[in-house]
């Protein structure tokens, strides 16, 4: 047994070894089965220390390897990605994929961003998966970059990092995931601030006040599947579902028998871990911003926070693809209208209803069972008879979320001892036949036909990142709508 000054030795060995020391050590390790050992554990924290040392010596002089910067310059990255590398974890979800992956990989990495724009709430039943889709997605992020927690309390970021003792540490470019969140945290005080605002606090400590700042915003994204987030809440995180249907269930069923057979779970490409790395914090302009407001409906004030979470998901894709992308004279990064439609994809997964209202899967199954049955009436007792997946006070509190956010209506009527009841039915405004259409980059240039200003779709030029260079080319902006196909889609007033 190694004594305490032979273990110091070791650890300070460990320190004089080249990156491909490091990493050959570490895998003579993984070959011979022995990675719970301290000695790979530690070669592990050197390879993450050595790794981020060595990228921000490489960023600061302003160099990429060759090949990390093939695929930084790759314009399919994100579909590759989110279409083909998480195949090898996740079956099917490609939505969902994407949602998750355009908020942390590239949300994390825009300046000039609504605070609360990428915070996630994964929402469903249990078991449906959602920590396991999660954490498989960010599991492609640099370790450096994400943190998960299994549990937390409510008041953790009033103490966790505290600048006092780590002045150099800021939550700005982290990604923080919180599984399974429990619904005293995700609607108390401290963790709601943390979410909009970063924290600031006042404790008592043996009976003395301290001041407490945490520097820095991370994105937030968390799971839950009892928890129901009040409205004030729900503007401050969007919330995405998964796919709870048999045809998803039956694939990943094949997908396990799959891994079981090979005796391996596949593992998603280092290169491109590496790659993200090298993505920077970045501001980022929409050329073409001032053309999309009128295409979105405004009849919730909810759209208040919904609109500019969209142009920020726009951002977040400009951010991703940095490295492709022009940079104009002040040093901001130039979305095109490939970014549009990434963005448009993903809030459409996050739009359940045309007021973009993000609703939760119990909050989905009570709308689902008003449209199908349009002149449903009836007190909260009455309508729990049909609508047994859900609590009588669970199914009440989210009536009334209902309510609050104009999809639902209330009136008092008599019940048979002539007595006032408060009944619910669906909103005289809303009908359930319509649904929400974000128009493609394609319909929105060709309303704006004469107004020829945009930015193309893709560079004409390799560009280096982060260099200003000339602003975009004035005559590319309809040309570069050649790229985009599909169905077109209807544009709502």
């Known amino acids: 047994m190694a004594t305490k000054n032979e273990n110091e030795k070791q650890s300070v060995d460990y320190n004089y070894l080249g990156h491909d020391e490091v990493r050959a050590k570490m895998k003579g390790h993984e070959d011979a089965g022995t990675t719970e050992t301290e000695e790979y554990k530690a070669l592990q924290k050197l390879d993450g220390t050595w790794n981020f040392v060595e990228r921000s010596a490489v960023i600061a002089k302003g160099e990429i390897p060759d090949d990390i910067m093939k695929i930084l310059k790759n314009t399919q990255l994100f579909n590759e990605i989110t279409d083909n590398e998480f195949d090898k974890k996740i079956v ?36 449906v998966g959602k920590d396991y889709v999660v954490a498989a997605v960010l599991d492609i992020l640099p370790t450096e970059q994400y943190i998960h927690k299994t549990r937390i309390s409510p008041a953790v970021f009033t103490y966790w990092h505290n600048p006092q003792y780590e002045p150099d540490w800021s939550w ?51 799971t839950t599947a009892s928890a129901t987030p009040n409205p004030e809440l729900a503007r401050r995180f969007a919330i995405l579902n998964l796919d709870s249907s048999e045809d998803q269930t039956k694939l990943i069923m094949a997908r396990h028998s799959q891994f079981k057979k090979k005796g391996t779970i596949p593992e998603y490409s280092p290169d491109i871990t590496l790659a993200l790395s090298y993505l920077q914090q970045v501001r980022v302009k929409i050329p073409f911003a001032d053309k999309i407001d009128k295409h979105f409906p405004t009849k919730n004030v909810i759209m208040r926070t919904h609109y500019p979470r969209f142009l920020d998901f726009i951002s977040a894709s400009a951010a991703f693809h940095q490295y492709q992308r022009s940079i104009d004279e002040e040093g901001f990064v ?13 809030f459409l997964k996050l739009s359940s209803n045309k007021y973009m209202i993000p609703l939760t899967i119990t909050q989905k199954n009570i709308l689902d069972k008003f449209e199908k049955e349009p002149m449903l009436k009836g007190s909260a007792s009455g309508l729990h008879a049909k609508m047994g997946f859900v609590s009588l006070p669970a199914l009440l509190t989210n009536l009334g ?25 669906l909103a005289t405004a809303y009908n359930p036949s319509e649904h929400l259409e974000i128009p493609r980059f394609e319909d929105i240039m060709q309303v704006h036909l004469g107004e020829n200003t945009l930015a193309p779709l893709q560079p004409l030029l390799p560009l280096e990142p982060l260099t200003p260079l000339a602003p975009a080319l004035e005559d590319g902006g309809i040309k570069g709508i050649q790229g985009i196909q599909g169905k077109k889609g209807t544009v709502i007033e």
């Open 92 to 127: 099917g979800e490609k939505e969902t994929r994407k949602v998750i992956f355009l908020c942390a990989a590239g949300g994390r990495c825009v300046k000039n961003n609504q605070i609360a724009s990428y915070n996630l709430l994964v929402n469903d039943d249990a078991g």
């Open 172 to 222: 700005d470019g982290k990604v923080f995931y919180p599984e399974d969140i429990s619904e005293m945290v995700l609607n108390s005080d401290v963790f709601k601030v943390m979410c909009s605002k970063g924290s600031s606090a006042t404790v008592v400590i043996k009976q003395r006040a301290y001041e407490i700042d945490i520097k820095g915003k991370p994105v937030m994204i968390t």
């Open 334 to 346: 130039l979305a095109t209208g490939t970014d549009y439609e990434i963005a448009r994809a993903c």
């Open 401 to 425: 979320h209902l309510v609050r956010y104009g999809i639902l209506q209330t009136d008092i009527e008599k019940d048979l001892s002539n007595r006032d009841i408060e009944v619910y039915s």
